[in-house]
């Protein structure tokens, strides 16, 4: 929009004509009616009108007219800034909005990589624990399978045994075989096994304050022991229950401290009643140390000679 500046000149004047007095052209303008009009209906129609001629009128919207070009021009400024700082803030929103979702997938992947690390220690401390006990049960399961067998042999061949076929081979050939019987069978009966019995116990998930809350999952492994084929030990008789249970170094220092016990509790009588006397001291002290000594030099020269 260009708006000419300086004198207004008799072009701004409107050509057209009154529609009410068709030979008089229009030169007032009727502010009160916001309408152009003639020189007739101002003296008429609009007498008591606020009027002023359409040259002055023409002037005042000129005014007005370049306020609003100045208005307009400081409003598409104003838009282009708006729709930059728009395209701006689009801008940044998708590049924030890539960042965040970036930064999620991170943390999953590191939270599902934690998860997995867990999991997998578990795992492992699983075969651990089972692998310990699987060597056990395959070698007890060997030896059942050989002492099975050597007892389906002997059934098949006692029961194949006719009466002409007895004589005196046959009983040492079988009673070798019952020796044979009965070093397997010490290796099976009595024998235990341990069982896995595991519990896995996952941590609950919560969500709780906005936040994840996972706890803590528990893993565990209640062993039992498992005896297969139980067999009653023979009674043994004092003198063997002794024997297996009393040895050599165990006799040596019980008759070591009884000694030391003994000896200690004379010297303590004697300090008792004769007073606590140099000699009475150092004579205790020397004897605790012969006997501690003769029981650490015994217990010396025995490792020696097993080393040997």
């Known amino acids: 929009m260009k708006i000419e500046t300086g004198n207004v000149g008799p072009n701004l004047t409107s050509d057209k004509f009154c529609a009410d007095h068709k030979d008089q052209s229009l030169q007032m303008y009727c502010l009160t009616c916001d309408a152009a009009v003639c020189v007739t209906c101002v003296c008429e129609n609009h007498r008591k009108h606020n009027t002023m001629t359409l040259h002055k009128k023409f002037q005042l919207a000129q005014k007005h007219l370049q306020f609003d070009l100045d208005k307009l021009q400081l409003d598409v400024k104003q838009v282009k800034s708006a729709l930059t700082k728009l395209h701006d803030i689009e801008k940044s929103g998708d590049k924030s909005a890539d960042d965040a979702i970036l930064q999620i997938q991170e943390q999953a992947q590191a939270n599902i990589h934690r998860i997995h690390k867990q999991a997998d220690e578990k795992i492992d401390?699983?075969?651990e624990d089972r692998g310990k006990h699987l060597k056990d049960i395959h070698d007890y399961e060997k030896d059942l399978a050989v002492y099975l067998e050597q007892l389906q042999r002997g059934a098949g061949f006692l029961g194949d045994l006719q009466d002409e076929d007895m004589c005196i081979e046959l009983l040492s050939s079988f009673q070798k075989y019952q020796g044979v019987l009965e070093s397997t069978e010490k290796s099976v009966v009595n024998r235990k096994i341990k069982q896995n019995d595991f519990t896995f116990i996952p941590g609950k998930v919560v969500e709780k304050?906005?936040?994840?809350?996972?706890?803590?999952?528990v893993l565990k492994n209640h062993e039992q022991t498992n005896n297969l084929m139980p067999q009653d030990e023979p009674k043994k008789g004092m003198f063997k229950f002794l024997h297996g249970k009393v040895t050599c170094n165990g006799f040596l220092y019980f008759a070591v401290f009884l000694c030391l016990l003994v000896g200690v509790g004379q010297f303590v009588w004697a300090i008792g009643n004769d007073g606590a006397t140099l000699e009475?001291?150092?004579?205790a002290v020397g004897y605790c140390y012969l006997c501690l000594a003769g029981v650490f030099a015994y217990r010396k020269a025995k490792l020696s000679a097993e080393e040997s």
């Open 280 to 283: 009475t001291v150092a004579c």
């Open 125 to 127: 401390k699983i075969k």
């Open 209 to 217: 304050l906005g936040n994840v809350w996972m706890g803590k999952s």
